[in-house]
């Protein structure tokens, strides 16, 4: 009997490169409001889980930001009949009452995903937020996330550097 997409993306495809971050992990997170500005560096644990027999995994995490706790969660999948990456995301500092939702594409060593946010005190127009997986080995891990503001360049917000515990 022929096995199903999904039994095969979790056997070696992107559902068993997101199931091999279960675990948990501990790190620095590095914080930018402005180009080139390191605004905060503070130390990052995470607990990646798996849900729905590997469909998902389950991304939360601890830090702070200039000595204020902060916590976040983020579901992250692949889509299969789209060929994409998605995450839904909510954190107790970026994203407020809101929750981000993201697509993309599978890079060499992980994820590029682009999503978006807004404010109306801000305007009309929506912010870009780019998130990426870099894959570095099975005990080591880098989160990326870049804030895309209208008509600018994209600039560097966070880089969370994980090692495996």
Do not use: C
Not at 56 to 62: A, C, E, P
Not at 144 to 151: E, V
């Amino acid at each position: 009997m022929a096995e199903s997409k999904f039994e095969q993306s979790l056997e070696n495809g992107a559902h068993q490169k997101i199931k091999s971050l279960v675990g948990k992990w501990k790190g620095t997170s590095k914080t930018w409001f402005e180009k080139d500005i390191l605004a905060d560096d503070s130390s990052s644990e995470a607990d990646i889980s798996s849900i729905l027999d590997g469909r998902f995994i389950s991304y939360d995490y601890t830090s702070s930001l200039n000595g204020k706790p902060l916590s976040g969660k983020m579901i992250i999948g692949f889509d299969i009949p789209y060929q994409k990456f998605t995450f839904s995301w909510i954190d107790s500092f970026h994203m407020g009452t809101q929750i981000m939702q993201a697509t993309g594409n599978a890079t060499e060593k992980g994820f590029s995903i682009l999503g978006s946010w807004g404010n109306p005190e801000y305007g009309d127009q929506l912010f870009g937020w780019r998130t990426e997986l870099e894959i570095i080995s099975e005990n080591e891990i880098i989160f990326s996330a870049y804030n895309i503001m209208p008509g600018e360049e994209e600039t560097k917000a966070i880089e969370t550097i994980y090692k495996r515990i």
